[in-house]
Every structure is written in structure tokens, then in C-alpha cells.
């Protein structure tokens, strides 16, 4: 995904943990976490990411 605007440009790879909660991991070395459910937002260093975990 690429969000461009008049003075931001955000890549960033989207997908559903297994908890369904919305994980964005931007270019720069963090994880954002969307949880619709409780109307939460986590970020979190992306070292602590396990991909295989995640998801």
C-alpha cells in the first residue's frame, strides 16, 4: 500500500492478525496496530515483529 499526499508518502505492508486486528507496518522500523473491536491503536518496535507469529 501507498498513501501519497500533498506532504506525506507512507508504504507500508497491511494485513489481519489472527485476531483480525488491522496491522500496518510502515518503511520506518515500527508496527501499528488497529483494533476496530476495542477502538485501540498499538505501536510497537518492529524488531519485536514475528511475522510467522503474526499472522
Known sequence: M???GDFI???????????DVLQL???WDCVISI????????????ESLN?????
Open 2 to 4: 501507498v498513501v501519497m
Open 9 to 19: 508518502e507512507l508504504t507500508a505492508v497491511l494485513w489481519l492478525d489472527r485476531n
Open 25 to 27: 507496518k510502515p518503511t
Open 35 to 46: 483494533d476496530d473491536a476495542t477502538k485501540q491503536i498499538t505501536i510497537r518496535s518492529a
Open 51 to 55: 511475522m510467522k507469529e503474526e499472522c
